[in-house]
């Protein structure tokens, strides 16, 4: 993966709004808060349900989930390591360019690996991101199982899932922790609380 365009010919072009003119017109700050965690864990119920009371109170915002984005953006990646890699890098563009046009953007991908997730943080200016690590149990996440994911991962059906065949770096210092097998009312009231908006 380049670190750098390809095209030689392109120069970045700077508009006329600020980050400042966007938070007075949508009347709030913009983010990315990054739902970490294990398949299973509640991630997309978790960021679903924060959009849900985000947007009752007025903030614009809006969730990119795994799965959904595997539909259409990254429906060319698989789940080797190099894909995985290549999914996070392109999702957390796109989140900068939610971010900045003045949107609280909350993501939902177990995204396994701490420098993808680092390299996302680097993106963004300061408090700009927001790691949620949906700190579940395994063995609640592999409970719940509604994918039917993980009987398959042990049965050796699905190679490289995170968690039983392939890696899962837990974040060591998010800004958020929560645990779903706790009700989702108290993560959302929590996440809330934390992200002061």
């Known amino acids: 993966m380049a670190d750098t365009p390809v095209s030689r010919n392109i120069v970045r072009a700077d508009g006329h709004v600020s980050g400042d003119d966007r938070a007075a017109l949508y009347g ?3 983010r990315t808060v990054w739902f970490t ?3 299973g864990s509640g991630k997309s119920t978790l960021a679903f349900a924060v959009e849900r009371a985000l947007v009752d109170k007025g903030v614009a915002c809006y969730v990119l989930d795994g799965d959904n984005v595997r539909f259409g953006l990254n429906r060319d ?10 999914n996070i890098r392109r999702i957390g563009e796109v989140c900068r360019l939610f971010q900045d046009a003045g949107l609280v953007v909350l993501t939902a991908f177990i995204s396994p690996y701490q420098t993808d997730r680092d390299q996302v943080r680097a993106l963004h200016g300061p408090g700009q991101f927001v790691e949620v690590f949906v700190d579940t149990p395994i063995e609640v996440c592999e409970a719940r199982d509604v994918k039917g994911l993980y009987a398959k991962a042990r ?10 065949s392939a890696p899962y770096e837990a974040p060591t210092t998010p800004e958020i922790r929560v645990d779903t097998s706790r009700p989702i009312d108290e993560c959302v009231t929590h996440i809330l609380e934390q992200l002061g908006l």
Do not use: K, Q, V
């Open 28 to 30: 709030h700050s913009s």
């Open 37 to 39: 965690g294990l398949s």
């Open 77 to 86: 990646l698989g789940f080797s390591p190099e894909d995985r890699t290549e």
């Open 155 to 164: 049965a050796g059906d699905i190679p490289e899932f995170s968690g039983i």
